[in-house]
């Protein structure tokens, strides 16, 4: 089992733990048992389509016997209107799945919805828009699917796939040099492949990374003439990515500079779900 297969399944089941209880009292007693019937999940707003892949799942973990017709795949471009798939199987199973699987397509597809937006604000330049780990607790691992189904790329998972040293950690080590050198010996004691990313507040600080030698530069709070002077000054020598206040409107300003990455918080944390509901058919 995989481990994005093992948080998913764990999300899974403490959502059905905490909605259902000792029982969906509701559907219980208004619905036999052998009742069997169908289900469409249908579109009300435009936007972009996921999470077809998790609500299979959560059909699947909760009653194996619940037939699912996909009609449209994750990543597609929905209008209201449309119907993204069929679920037949006992009524009972229908009714009982159906809230979280809203929640958790509803959610994952305003993410990717809003994602696709603001990739499609960079077209022509290179520069791809990133996520950040200001994510739902435990929902993380689907947000972050949302964020790739959407055209974005995931920054990283969490603290354990990428040395990320932000300002905080520059200054309880005493200082860019101790850190960077630091997290460079902790990797080959430990022999960790990790890469390291160090987050810069002024230029000064920017030319100790690129002396001390990182994979990635973060400009914090730089303006857009300042991200187009650090890019110069980088001239490839390592990866950049902008961030810190970075509005939708701003966006372009920063990727015309020719940074490689811009991360955007706004993609997992202050997102609007994308309408759809799922009625007997």
């Given at each position: 089992m995989t481990k994005e297969k093992e948080l998913i399944d764990k999300l899974i089941d403490l959502a059905f733990a905490e909605d259902i209880g000792d029982g969906d009292h509701t559907t219980l007693s208004c619905i036999p048992e052998t009742a069997i019937g169908k289900s469409k999940l249908l579109i009300k707003e435009k936007g972009v389509l996921a999470g077809i892949e998790v609500a299979k799942?959560?059909?699947?973990?909760?009653?194996?016997?619940?037939?699912?017709?996909?009609?449209?795949?994750?990543?597609?471009?929905?209008?209201?209107?449309?119907?993204?798939?069929?679920?037949?199987?006992?009524?009972?199973s229908l009714l009982q799945?159906?809230?979280l699987m809203l929640n958790v397509m509803q959610r994952m597809s305003g993410i990717a919805?809003?994602?696709?937006?603001?990739?499609?604000?960079l077209e022509g330049t290179h520069t791809r828009v990133l996520d950040t780990r200001k994510t739902t607790p435990g929902m993380r691992i689907i947000e972050k699917m949302a964020v790739k189904i959407g055209g974005g790329v995931n920054h990283r998972i969490g603290l354990f796939d990428m040395i990320l040293i932000k300002d905080n950690h520059?200054?309880?080590?005493?200082?860019?040099?101790?850190?960077?050198?630091?997290?460079?010996?902790?990797?080959?004691?430990?022999?960790?492949?990790?890469?390291?990313?160090?987050?810069?507040?002024?230029?000064?600080?920017?030319?100790?990374?690129?002396?001390?030698?990182?994979?990635?530069?973060?400009?914090?709070?730089?303006t857009p003439e300042m991200t187009k002077k650090a890019v110069?000054?980088?001239?490839?020598?390592?990866?950049?990515?902008?961030?810190?206040?970075?509005?939708?409107?701003?966006?372009?300003?920063?990727?015309?500079?020719?940074?490689?990455?811009?991360?955007v918080g706004a993609l997992t944390h202050s997102v609007k779900g994308l309408d759809m509901s799922f009625k007997a058919c």
């Amino acid at each position: 089992m995989t481990k994005e297969k093992e948080l998913i399944d764990k999300l899974i089941d403490l959502a059905f733990a905490e909605d259902i209880g000792d029982g969906d009292h509701t559907t219980l007693s208004c619905i036999p048992e052998t009742a069997i019937g169908k289900s469409k999940l249908l579109i009300k707003e435009k936007g972009v389509l996921a999470g077809i892949e998790v609500a299979k799942e959560i059909f699947n973990r909760f009653d194996p016997t619940m037939k699912v017709e996909v009609f449209i795949q994750d990543g597609t471009e929905v209008n209201p209107g449309d119907v993204a798939m069929i679920v037949e199987g006992k009524v009972q199973s229908l009714l009982q799945t159906e809230r979280l699987m809203l929640n958790v397509m509803q959610r994952m597809s305003g993410i990717a919805t809003m994602t696709r937006k603001y990739q499609n604000q960079l077209e022509g330049t290179h520069t791809r828009v990133l996520d950040t780990r200001k994510t739902t607790p435990g929902m993380r691992i689907i947000e972050k699917m949302a964020v790739k189904i959407g055209g974005g790329v995931n920054h990283r998972i969490g603290l354990f796939d990428m040395i990320l040293i932000k300002d905080n950690h520059v200054d309880f080590a005493g200082g860019i040099d101790k850190a960077v050198n630091r997290a460079k010996e902790y990797c080959k004691t430990h022999g960790k492949d990790l890469k390291i990313e160090l987050e810069v507040r002024n230029f000064d600080e920017l030319q100790q990374a690129l002396e001390l030698g990182v994979d990635r530069v973060m400009f914090d709070n730089f303006t857009p003439e300042m991200t187009k002077k650090a890019v110069e000054i980088v001239n490839g020598q390592c990866e950049t990515e902008s961030s810190g206040g970075i509005t939708f409107d701003t966006l372009r300003d920063y990727a015309v500079c020719g940074v490689d990455f811009i991360s955007v918080g706004a993609l997992t944390h202050s997102v609007k779900g994308l309408d759809m509901s799922f009625k007997a058919c």
